[in-house]
């Protein structure tokens, strides 16, 4: 089990530029959910997975964000035109589709929009 | 809606001192129950979590939490805390019938003095 891997760890970027991050969960599970974390604050939730399919998206992702998960396996989360409030932890997790199945998050991607 | 409050930003203790950590969850249904930590620049990792059954949960490092229905409470206890303990504590809740879309509380700072 090697976990759930995300990649880059840090990202420093300019207002107005494009970003892209992905999450490689553990193999076995087929729902996959991207969280944010800002300084100070508890993980939100911003949308998930379960397998291809994008079954739920929080109101906190506007339509500058996208996320896919083409193949139900890894999946990325886009964000144009980004702005400085973007700045935050960006979390991945992953979970078996049973509501009390745990999730396994990874060590998130921190965002520092300049 | 469902919200969570930790009642504690910050929580200084010495080393080997007992600890609690207190959680109250607001929710017009059923709810399950979690505390996650973090260390600082890594994700999530589960302690514990309340599904049913007795409401004295034990979890990792020493770790245990007990629901209180009737007080709305998920508070978090350790006897003998260490300096490995330093962390962010997150407790968070769940609706048992969606999928695991987590409501975070804004975290409480556990600092172990020595």
């Known amino acids: 089990d090697t976990g759930v891997s995300q990649d880059p760890r840090h990202k420093i970027t300019k207002r107005g530029q494009n970003v892209t991050f992905r999450c490689d969960p553990i193999?076995?599970?087929?729902?996959l959910y991207w969280y944010r974390q800002t300084l100070g604050q508890g993980p939100e939730f911003l949308t998930y997975?379960?397998?291809?399919?994008?079954?739920?998206k929080s109101r906190l992702l506007s339509d500058r964000f996208s996320a896919e998960r083409p193949k139900g396996s890894f999946s990325t989360l886009e964000i144009q035109r980004t702005e400085q409030g973007d700045s935050a932890m960006y979390l991945c997790a992953s979970s078996f589709s049973g509501n009390n199945s745990p999730l396994h998050f990874g060590n998130g991607t921190r965002l520092t929009v300049t | 809606a469902q919200s969570v409050t930790q009642l504690d930003s910050q929580v200084p203790v010495f080393e080997e001192a007992p600890v609690e950590l207190r959680c109250n969850y607001s929710s017009s249904v059923s709810v399950y129950l979690f505390w996650y930590v973090q260390y600082p620049n890594q994700g999530l990792q589960l302690l514990l979590k309340y599904l049913s059954g007795s409401t004295l949960v034990k979890g990792i490092n020493g770790f245990e939490a007990e629901f209180n229905k009737s007080q709305t409470s998920f508070h978090l206890r350790k006897p003998s805390v260490h300096i490995s303990d330093t962390a962010e504590y997150f407790c968070a809740v769940s609706d048992p019938e969606g999928a695991q879309k987590l409501v975070f509380g804004q975290g409480t700072r556990l600092t172990i003095n020595p």
């Open positions: 193999s076995e599970h087929n729902r």
């Open positions: 997975f379960q397998n291809e399919a994008q079954l739920e």
